[in-house]
């Protein structure tokens, strides 16, 4: 089969290129002392093309690219002057008018305005504006600093809300009908969550330190780029343990045991992706080990009847996210040597996750049933059955940005089955007041 026109243009500019010392994914030499584009090696593509029509069409192609390189450069040389004017400007301003509100005694409102190109709000002083944002605090601390946070994932703090959320849920269903969840019970679960996750990213990192080097998108974190070596990370690791052991030790003696068990499954994670194609089923009793947790801190036990169907919704729950987030790797997994559900499952990767998610909502409702939910309860687990069906419906298992999105997105889950726990609970009073009889019944 004769080769087509494109084809032909693209081989005789990637011959042209290679004889004139261009790289060979790019159709601009740009030249590293100016940054400015080097059209030369064009005329010898043109000119070796047999249709004069198809050389025009691809000589203007070609100015257009280096005119729009060229208008680049020229914007990010004037961002850069502009951005050092406002700086100066206001400097001076602000000199101005610190000395004029010394001399009148009347204080001031430290005025803003935005960037010329970016539109973003900046202080006429210079100053950055205040960011509260994981990211934003992470850049904002000592460089020093930075790898130990960027170790325990501290600019990504969604690890941490998927930790949380079977805790939160199991203390609203804990909490007395008509009571809104304990606040203080919250607090130290958020904590915890916070320490413990850090600690667990530490242990696999420690693990897995050899097989992240391989992995393009772990190549980067902080043991296996060499920022940190192995002992520093392990007493970074003893800090973690130590406050989330004082965390612990703020609950019931029954929750302490309880909890301190939790750790042999925070060791075994890291090690059962090396042997099992179904680690995220581990992960599932790590992460959600809080269903259990935290009844038995409010309630003093664990009542068993009503958490184990919390747990094992969870489990489903994280094996449905983490399937998601393990298919980002898995051609590198599959070099590696790494197992994973997403390798097992592959291209039914959707009908299992469509089980998983038929399981938790059956394991949801039979843990509203045991607890006398009211219906905004089972509404939350309507909304939350919709939300896996349209995430499982439009989710490109294929495409690894869209994998990290749609992992993501299952904090928002978190939110809504909390939020219709807290309010089936507290509509749970004004129903015994309705029925009387019903409450002397159980009596």
Request: aromatic residues 10%; proline residues 5%; contains cysteine.
């Amino acid at each position: 089969m004769a080769p087509s026109a494109t084809q032909r243009l693209m081989g005789l500019a990637t011959t042209s290129a290679s004889r004139h010392g261009t790289h060979r994914s790019s159709t601009t030499q740009f030249s590293k002392s100016t940054g400015t584009a080097r059209p030369e090696v064009y005329p010898a593509v043109l000119s070796s093309l047999p249709d004069s029509e198809t050389q025009n069409l691809l000589a203007s192609g070609i100015e257009r690219n280096v005119a729009l390189t060229q208008r680049s450069l020229q914007s990010m040389n004037s961002s850069l002057l502009l951005s050092k004017n406002c700086a100066i400007v206001g400097h001076s301003q602000l000199s101005h008018s610190a000395n004029y509100h010394h001399m009148s005694g009347h204080g001031s409102q430290e005025k803003r305005s935005k960037h010329p190109l970016l539109g973003t709000p900046c202080s006429l002083s210079g100053r950055r504006q205040f960011n509260v944002t994981p990211k934003a605090i992470l850049e904002a601390s000592p460089p020093s600093f930075q790898p130990y946070l960027r170790l325990i994932r501290f600019d990504k703090p969604i690890g941490t809300l998927l930790l949380l959320w079977p805790c939160s849920w199991s203390i609203a269903l804990a909490a007395d009908p008509g009571h809104l969840p304990d606040p203080w019970m919250l607090t130290l679960f958020g904590a915890g969550a916070f320490f413990m996750r850090g600690a667990g990213c530490i242990i696999n990192d420690m693990w897995d330190r050899d097989f992240d080097k391989k992995v393009e998108r772990t190549k980067q974190r902080p043991l296996a780029s060499g920022e940190l070596t192995h002992f520093q990370a392990l007493v970074f690791l003893a800090s973690q343990l130590s406050v989330s052991l004082g965390i612990l030790l703020q609950l019931n003696t029954y929750s302490i045991l309880l909890g301190a068990s939790s750790m042999l499954l925070v060791v075994m994670y890291p090690l059962a992706k090396r042997y099992t194609y179904w680690p995220q089923i581990m992960l599932g009793f790590t992460f959600n080990f809080g269903a259990l947790l935290g009844w038995s801190a409010v309630q003093g036990s664990v009542d068993w009847g009503v958490c184990l169907p919390l747990y094992a919704s969870g489990i489903m729950w994280t094996l449905i996210y983490d399937t998601i987030y393990a298919h980002q790797d898995k051609y590198d997994d599959m070099l590696i040597g790494v197992k994973s559900t997403a390798l097992k499952l592959g291209d039914q990767t959707k009908p299992w996750l469509a089980g998983f998610s038929s399981m938790m909502i059956g394991c949801l409702t039979a843990t509203g049933v045991m607890c006398d939910q009211t219906w905004p309860y089972y509404a939350g687990v309507a909304v939350v059955a919709a939300h896996l069906t349209r995430q499982l419906y439009t989710v490109d298992l294929n495409n690894a940005d869209d994998c990290a999105s749609k992992f993501r997105s299952n904090s928002k889950l978190g939110v809504v089955l909390f939020l219709s726990i807290v309010a089936g609970t507290l509509l749970r009073s004004q129903l015994k007041a309705d029925n009387p009889a019903t409450d002397a019944d159980d009596k």
